[in-house]
């Protein structure tokens, strides 16, 4: 059963650093997320992204985020300069159409 | 705006005997709702659905769902309980007029014992 998976599982960075979370969703999916979960507290949304472009986005994915899908494939979310308030489980997700989103197992950003 | 609250932080439950995990929904629309499923270390995975067809739901590894629309509910529940249970349950609703956007409830840890 194909599955979404996502790179590194723990990326360990210095506050100010870029980073860059890496997602290859299941090749038939057409919707595409981002959410985090900072220890503790809920999951949230971050951003959908619909044909090659962002189709929604929450207060969290100020200037400081971006998405693309460069390739077909992967999907990333970039972090420009890394707070301390960013550390937190990002989950990638997609999905056929709107609604039933199938997850990653996400990458546990600690930032120092 | 929508949003998802569920009742109960922890539920401790002994193998064999019933699991009830309760949430209540807000929604302005008419939503579709989901529960998922944490185990440790692992992603998110979903357990059912409801989309405005059968109030009943069932889903994976015995588990069904019923949303009550006078009472804004969608609880989830299972006849008898497995140790391989024990995780972290999420309801969850969306927006049919957003763009698939996932909105969360708190959680729900299950403990089950032998």
């Known amino acids: 059963e194909p599955e979404v998976t996502q790179t590194p599982s723990h990326q360990v960075t210095q506050m100010g650093q870029e980073v860059i979370l890496r997602c290859v969703p299941i090749?038939?999916?057409?919707?595409f997320y981002w959410y985090r979960q900072i220890l503790g507290q809920k999951v949230e949304f971050l951003v959908s992204?619909?044909?090659?472009?962002?189709?929604?986005k929450s207060e969290i994915f100020d200037d400081q985020f971006s998405v693309e899908r460069p390739d077909g494939s992967n999907f990333t979310l970039k972090i420009r300069s890394t707070k301390l308030e960013d550390s937190a489980m990002y989950f990638c997700?997609?999905?056929?159409?709107?609604?039933?989103?199938?997850f990653g197992p996400g990458t546990r950003l600690t930032v120092t | 705006a929508q949003s998802v609250t569920q009742l109960d932080s922890h539920v401790s439950v002994s193998e064999g005997t019933p699991v009830l995990l309760r949430c209540n929904y807000s929604?302005?629309?008419?939503?579709?709702l989901f529960w998922y499923v944490q185990h440790p270390n692992k992603g998110l995975q979903l357990l059912l659905k409801?989309?405005?067809?059968?109030?009943l739901v069932k889903g994976i590894n015995g588990f069904e769902a019923e949303f009550k629309k006078s009472e804004t509910s969608f609880h989830l529940t299972k006849p008898s309980a497995h140790m391989s249970d024990a995780a972290e349950y999420f309801c969850?609703?969306?927006?049919?007029?957003?763009?698939?956007?996932?909105?969360f409830g708190a959680g729900t840890q299950v403990v089950v014992t032998p």
């Open positions: 997700a997609g999905a056929v159409m709107r609604g039933e989103q199938y």
């Open positions: 090749s038939n999916h057409l919707y």
């Open positions: 409801y989309t405005s067809a059968a109030t």
């Open positions: 992204f619909y044909n090659n472009e962002i189709s929604e």
């Open positions: 929604s302005s629309y008419s939503p579709s």
């Open positions: 969850v609703v969306s927006d049919p007029g957003s763009w698939g956007k996932l909105q």
